[in-house]
């Protein structure tokens, strides 16, 4: 049996990243991807609103987002996005196959700073790729909360007419702030990096890439090195929020296979651990009071 990775407690906040399949630039933000993203993630967040987007950035062979799970949906919220993003991504490509090379991650968020940290490094993806200079300089689909209030970012219609997803025209994407205390610092943090990287290429005279080159790429490329660095098992400034972390995830991931064992061998009323998806049945709930 594979590693159970599902255990979406209500009330985590979650770094999800998605990579396309070899790398490629499936994803590159051209004007029928952007609509796709956005209308697909609108799509996600009528049919599931517990999962509060807070920062969004697609890069052209991956995606990130920060999300906060509120109902412990995020597993059907993200499949139900990331699969019918690929196909669309697939209707645009022309093409047939795998758009995304494996399941999602999604990695817990457990104190404040590593939430600014994972939040600035979602906004500032392309920047530290050398492809823009400023976040909002990138083409493609890259969102946050720059106040302290809920934005609301219109739905434009579907590029040159073609098949939209029966989106009303005054639709908006919801796009929440961390907290009213974070917003200002992360807005901060998002201009003193892109400073810093600026100072960085003028001192190695490295040049950004530029939006007019990005959108000239052909979506089959992909990059000479593509990054393959291991995911990790969530993100925390507290080291010892870290460690409890992942003793906490051993007893789950014993009681699961316990339960699994179980199941298996034909016995009644096996009980699986809260917020887990147990082999072919729905979340298991944590029961009230």
Same mark, same amino acid.
């Given at each position: 049996m594979g590693r159970p990775l599902r255990n979406h407690a209500p009330g985590t906040w979650y770094l999800v990243t998605s990579r396309c399949h070899q790398a490629r630039f499936l994803l590159r933000p051209d004007a029928e991807i952007n609509y796709a993203v956005v209308a697909w993630l609108f799509r996600a967040q009528q049919i599931w609103p517990g999962v509060l987007i807070c920062a969004v950035c697609v890069m052209?062979? +991956? %995606? +990130?987002? #920060? #999300?906060?799970?509120?109902?412990?949906? %995020?597993a059907r919220w993200a499949g139900y996005f990331l699969g019918n993003l690929a196909r669309a991504t697939n209707r645009i490509r022309k093409r047939q196959g795998s758009v995304f090379s494996r399941r999602y991650s999604a990695e817990p968020i457990l104190d404040q700073e590593a939430l600014l940290d994972r939040l600035v490094y979602v906004v500032t993806n392309p920047v530290h790729a050398s492809l823009c200079k400023r976040a909002t300089d990138w083409p493609g689909v890259i969102l946050w909360a720059r106040t302290d209030a809920v934005e609301r970012h219109s739905i434009p219609p579907p590029p040159r007419g073609r098949g939209g997803v029966g989106i009303q025209n005054a639709a908006h994407l919801v796009i929440h702030p961390v907290q009213s205390a974070e917003a200002l610092a992360v807005a901060t943090a998002v201009e003193q990096v892109e400073e810093s990287l600026r100072n960085e290429r003028r001192l190695t005279m490295k040049r950004v890439i530029g939006r007019a080159a990005i959108l000239r790429q052909n979506w089959k490329d992909r990059p000479s090195e593509p990054k393959r660095s291991p995911r990790p098992p969530c993100h925390a400034a507290d080291r010892a929020l870290v460690r409890a972390f992942r003793e906490a995830y051993s007893q789950f991931v014993v009681a699961f296979r316990e339960a699994s064992t179980r199941l298996r061998a034909g016995l009644p009323d096996v009980t699986f651990p809260p917020w887990s998806y147990p082999p072919g049945q729905p979340l298991v709930r944590a029961e009230a009071g």
């Open positions: 052209s062979n +991956h %995606l +990130h987002l #920060v #999300v906060r799970d509120t109902q412990g949906e %995020l």
